[in-house]
């Protein structure tokens, strides 16, 4: 094939198609997830522990596209943090939508001091988090307030959890949320406010919680959430031997495609927008 078709393919595949493209992203033991939504803009959530996300950006995004349009920190360990850093420096980061919790972590100074000197504005989220890009929607389930300048025993317990809600697709996105707020989420997507629920969980495609661990990924969570695709996103061999049998166990009762990116590298899904 001549250079010019190879070209002509690539440009024929990298043009906006309708559809949401995802990425978990094979990082090793962390997350990284790469979306390009239907208008071709791109939108990234965690980066992982280091530089690797660089190199896995580069194989899938245009080599002239320099944007991330909306940036997500989900929490600020090294393994979602850190991979962050180098993106923050190559591309043009349009805003980053993160907790603001307090933790110490040099990392996390860093991100905060690179954010700044990028110009990049910084969303930090609260029960009025409200976020449309075109079609696609972000839909918060946690934290419900501010917690900026918050410290937390367990930082696990800070991250940002969302769906992503596109047609009648929903992602969800649950950092490494831990089972006690799992239980609190479980409490509340029970309550009811006005004779209607006050706060929905359903998902067609779960990321599992921290890695697929054991202290997350609760039966009654993820029965709410019933998902008919899990993604786990940790590293072949890693020393918290995650995922845990009994979570694998647990997603395949109810059902669900597991796959993983320790066995399978990147896991690319595409969604439509129908209703
Ligand atoms: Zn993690």
């Keep these: 094939m001549s250079a010019l078709m190879v070209m002509l393919g690539w440009m024929i595949w990298s043009l906006p198609d309708g559809l949401l493209h ?3 992203l094979d ?3 962390g997350d990284s997830i790469l979306m390009e939504t239907p208008l071709g803009e791109w939108i990234m959530v965690d980066g992982g522990p280091d530089d690797t996300v660089l190199a896995r ?6 080599y ?10 989900s929490h600020p360990h090294a393994d979602h943090i850190n991979g962050l850093l180098g993106v923050i420096g190559r591309y043009e980061v349009g805003s980053i ?3 603001g919790v307090k933790y110490q972590y040099a990392g996390y100074d860093k991100f905060y001091r690179l954010a700044a000197e990028r110009g990049v504005p910084i969303i930090f989220v609260d029960g009025s988090f409200d976020l449309r890009l075109g079609k696609i929607g972000f839909d918060l389930i946690y934290p419900e307030r501010s917690l900026q300048g918050i410290s937390f025993d367990n930082v696990n317990n800070s991250s940002v959890v969302f769906r992503l809600i596109y ?8 950092g490494d949320l831990e089972e006690v707020k799992e ?6 997507a029970g309550a009811t406010v006005h004779g209607r629920a006050s706060l929905h969980l359903r998902a067609d495609i779960l990321k599992a919680g921290h890695h697929g661990s054991k202290t997350s990924n609760s039966e009654d969570f993820v029965r709410l959430i019933s998902p008919a695709v899990v993604v786990i996103s940790c590293g072949i061999d890693n020393k918290f031997r995650h995922p845990f049998a009994g979570t694998l166990e647990r997603f395949q009762r109810l059902g669900a495609a597991v796959h993983r990116t320790d066995l399978e590298g990147d896991v690319a899904l595409s969604l439509d927008g129908k209703k």
């Design 22 to 24: 995802i990425w978990f």
């Design 183 to 188: 239980a609190e989420l479980v409490r509340q």
């Design 97 to 99: 939508v993160m907790s």
């Design 167 to 174: 047609g009648v697709n929903r992602v969800f996105f649950s």
């Design 27 to 29: 990082v090793g033991q």
């Design 57 to 62: 950006m580069g194989g899938i995004m245009p």
């Design 64 to 73: 002239y596209e320099r944007r991330i349009k909306v940036m997500f920190l």
